[in-house]
């Protein structure tokens, strides 16, 4: 059983100099070796960042560097899939962001990749390990909350992203449902069988100019019978706002205190809180967890969850969301199975 785990991370934009802080000191049992950027300047700012590990231009030498065990992905979404089928076949475990990628045909290629290697492979749906999601998933499991019936799952982003970022975003659903479509799932621990969903472009044009949606409502109902409601919108307009309602026979859980500061300020004027401004504030401790617990089991041989599974279903339910709402009817999400 190996006992440290060389890893290399490959992207050092948004999401990867964060990881590289992370894989740099916060993770015991690991070592940051190199960090991969095609910008030199990405990769050299975040090698210094974390106090000079070597970093290169080229993640492919990354992947067929023989001394590295693991390779994190944290690069543009197109290219997750060349890089993971690449890793794989090198022999190395495998951690790359969502999604693997915007369609399911690429999605598929890439995890028979992993598959035919045998390579541990976690998707990073991190939510999976924010303190609060992991302890309901905890006692839902104990049995704590009797017979999950329904889950209210909603997410708005602070403001919309650019119109560079939606134009090659693959859609709402594809895009920011799909970290939504994971947690009902994986909390219900259930398979969907009918998915419904209702889009409209509310927030601005350039939705409308791009075939896209801003604000949704999805509603699943599960193989238990159970039920979920997830609401998103690319707009809140006072933070981020990501709150889940659990409920039970014998209880219910409602997740997601949204101060950034732990405070509530009382006056004549009211009560008054700031609030947490986006994901990288919100899910800070996920985003450690996820990686801790990738080492983890690598190092105990286990294989990391989420899994291949796992990043394909919440694809799969992206996929029935969108022929629901183009049929304006339900649709068996199996149905691209
Ligand atoms: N789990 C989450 O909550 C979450 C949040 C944000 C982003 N993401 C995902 O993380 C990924 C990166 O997002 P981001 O916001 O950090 O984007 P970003 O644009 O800030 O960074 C992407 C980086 O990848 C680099 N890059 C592009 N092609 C490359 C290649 N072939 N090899 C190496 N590096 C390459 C770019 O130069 C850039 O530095 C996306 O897939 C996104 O979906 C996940």
Same mark, same amino acid.
């Not at 504030?281 to 599974?309: C, D, K, N, Q, W």
């Given at each position: 059983?190996?006992?440290?785990?060389?890893?290399?991370?490959?992207?050092?934009?948004?999401?990867?100099?964060?990881?590289?802080?992370?894989?740099?000191?916060?993770?015991?049992?690991?070592?940051?070796?190199? +960090?991969?950027?095609? /910008?030199?300047?990405?990769?050299?700012?975040?090698?210094?960042?974390?106090?000079?590990?070597?970093?290169?231009?080229?993640?492919?030498?990354?992947?067929?560097?023989?001394?590295?065990?693991?390779?994190?992905?944290?690069?543009?979404?197109?290219?997750?899939?060349?890089?993971?089928?690449?890793?794989?076949?090198?022999?190395?475990?495998?951690?790359?962001?969502?999604?693997?990628?915007?369609?399911?045909?690429?999605?598929?290629?890439?995890?028979?990749?992993?598959?035919?290697?045998?390579?541990?492979?976690?998707?990073?749906?991190?939510?999976?390990?924010?303190?609060?999601?992991?302890?309901?998933?905890?006692?839902?499991?104990?049995?704590?909350?009797?017979?999950?019936?329904? +889950?209210?799952?909603?997410?708005?982003?602070?403001?919309?992203?650019?119109?560079?970022?939606?134009?090659?975003?693959?859609?709402?659903?594809?895009?920011?449902?799909?970290?939504?479509?994971?947690?009902?799932?994986?909390?219900?621990?259930?398979?969907?069988?009918?998915?419904?969903?209702?889009?409209?472009?509310?927030?601005?044009?350039?939705?409308?100019?791009?075939?896209?949606?801003?604000?949704?409502?999805?509603?699943?109902?599960?193989?238990?019978?159970?039920?979920?409601?997830?609401?998103?919108?690319?707009? /809140?307009?006072?933070?981020?706002?990501?709150?889940?309602?659990?409920?039970?026979?014998?209880?219910?859980?409602?997740?997601?205190?949204?101060?950034?500061?732990?405070?509530?300020?009382?006056?004549?004027?009211?009560?008054?809180?700031?609030?947490?401004?986006?994901?990288?504030?919100?899910?800070?401790?996920?985003?450690?967890?996820?990686?801790?617990?990738?080492?983890?089991?690598?190092?105990?041989?286990?294989?990391?969850?989420?899994?291949?599974?796992?990043?394909?279903?919440?694809?799969?339910?992206?996929?029935?969301?969108?022929?629901?709402?183009?049929?304006?009817?339900?649709?068996?999400?199996?149905?691209?199975?």
């Amino acid at each position: 059983m190996a006992t440290r785990q060389r890893i290399g991370l490959i992207g050092a934009g948004r999401i990867g100099r964060g990881h590289a802080r992370t894989l740099a000191g916060r993770v015991p049992d690991a070592e940051l070796v190199c +960090i991969a950027d095609v /910008s030199a300047d990405a990769a050299r700012a975040a090698a210094e960042s974390v106090g000079g590990v070597p970093w290169s231009t080229d993640p492919l030498a990354l992947i067929a560097d023989p001394t590295i065990d693991a390779v994190v992905i944290a690069a543009s979404t197109a290219t997750h899939a060349p890089l993971i089928a690449a890793a794989a076949e090198a022999g190395k475990a495998i951690f790359c962001e969502k999604p693997v990628a915007l369609d399911l045909e690429t999605t598929d290629a890439a995890l028979a990749a992993v598959e035919r290697a045998g390579a541990p492979f976690q998707i990073g749906f991190q939510r999976r390990y924010d303190p609060a999601y992991a302890r309901a998933k905890d006692l839902i499991a104990s049995g704590a909350l009797g017979r999950i019936e329904h +889950i209210r799952d909603t997410m708005r982003d602070p403001a919309p992203p650019s119109r560079a970022y939606l134009e090659i975003s693959g859609g709402l659903f594809r895009d920011m449902t799909i970290h939504n479509f994971d947690c009902v799932r994986w909390l219900m621990g259930a398979d969907p069988v009918e998915v419904f969903a209702l889009g409209a472009a509310l927030t601005d044009p350039v939705f409308a100019e791009l075939g896209d949606i801003d604000t949704s409502i999805v509603t699943i109902r599960f193989a238990n019978d159970a039920l979920a409601v997830i609401d998103n919108s690319r707009r /809140s307009g006072f933070g981020y706002d990501v709150r889940t309602e659990i409920f039970g026979s014998a209880g219910a859980l409602l997740i997601g205190q949204q101060a950034e500061t732990p405070m509530l300020r009382l006056d004549a004027g009211g009560v008054r809180s700031d609030h947490v401004r986006f994901f990288l504030e919100r899910f800070a401790v996920a985003y450690e967890e996820e990686l801790r617990a990738f080492v983890r089991a690598l190092i105990e041989g286990r294989s990391p969850e989420p899994g291949p599974a796992d990043a394909r279903a919440a694809l799969q339910l992206a996929y029935a969301a969108e022929a629901a709402r183009a049929a304006n009817a339900p649709v068996d999400p199996r149905r691209w199975g």
